[in-house]
């Protein structure tokens, strides 16, 4: 690797290892590969990867931070949708702003499904593009936030 090292926001930094190109796959059923270029960097992050412009490029992507999602183009020409878990994000970040050491995290029922990590679409069109929620998706979000009687698990933040 040449070139600056990495600053945080904390004002640390980091010494990035280098670069690898990978063939990274969005998605399980409704999958798309491309080749990304990867900084490889020792240093604790709430995040798993930070996805390129680049890439998101390459992939045709479409992200909102603010909804934890993306929508892309598979393989076979449909849209596909790769959902993360707002709930949680918002405990972290909260956990975060009060400078805390660990998430509270609620423990699901058995019963309750979990939401997949990437739907199918099908074909393209304006509404597909909305990262929006429906008024009957937020109306079940609000109900899974007020589900009472969840026990609590605790998770660390990493520094």
Not at 39 to 54: E, F, G, N, Q, T
Not at 142 to 150: L, V
């Given at each position: 690797?040449?070139?600056a090292?990495?600053?945080g926001?904390n004002?640390?930094?980091?010494?990035?290892?280098?670069?690898?190109d990978?063939?990274v796959?969005?998605?399980?059923?409704?999958?798309k590969s491309?080749?990304?270029q990867?900084?490889?960097?020792?240093?604790?992050?709430?995040?798993?990867?930070i996805i390129s412009?680049?890439t998101l490029v390459?992939?045709?992507?479409?992200?909102?931070?603010?909804h934890?999602?993306?929508?892309?183009?598979?393989?076979?020409?449909q849209?596909?949708?790769?959902?993360?878990?707002?709930?949680a994000?918002?405990?972290?970040?909260?956990?975060?702003?009060?400078?805390?050491?660990?998430?509270?995290?609620?423990?699901?029922?058995?019963?309750e499904?979990?939401?997949?990590?990437?739907?199918?679409?099908?074909?393209?069109?304006?509404g597909?593009?909305?990262?929006r929620?429906?008024?009957?998706?937020?109306?079940?979000?609000?109900?899974?936030?007020?589900?009472?009687g969840t026990?609590?698990?605790?998770?660390?933040?990493?520094?």
């Amino acid at each position: 690797y040449v070139g600056a090292d990495l600053q945080g926001f904390n004002g640390s930094t980091t010494k990035p290892w280098g670069y690898v190109d990978l063939i990274v796959t969005f998605g399980d059923k409704a999958m798309k590969s491309v080749k990304v270029q990867v900084l490889a960097v020792d240093c604790p992050s709430l995040y798993k990867c930070i996805i390129s412009r680049i890439t998101l490029v390459e992939l045709f992507a479409i992200s909102s931070t603010i909804h934890l999602k993306m929508k892309y183009y598979t393989k076979d020409g449909q849209f596909a949708t790769i959902n993360r878990d707002i709930a949680a994000a918002r405990r972290c970040f909260e956990a975060a702003a009060k400078n805390l050491n660990t998430v509270v995290t609620p423990k699901k029922k058995k019963a309750e499904q979990k939401m997949p990590a990437v739907n199918s679409i099908g074909t393209p069109n304006l509404g597909d593009l909305d990262a929006r929620l429906t008024k009957k998706e937020y109306k079940e979000e609000k109900q899974n936030d007020k589900d009472p009687g969840t026990e609590m698990i605790y998770h660390p933040i990493p520094d």
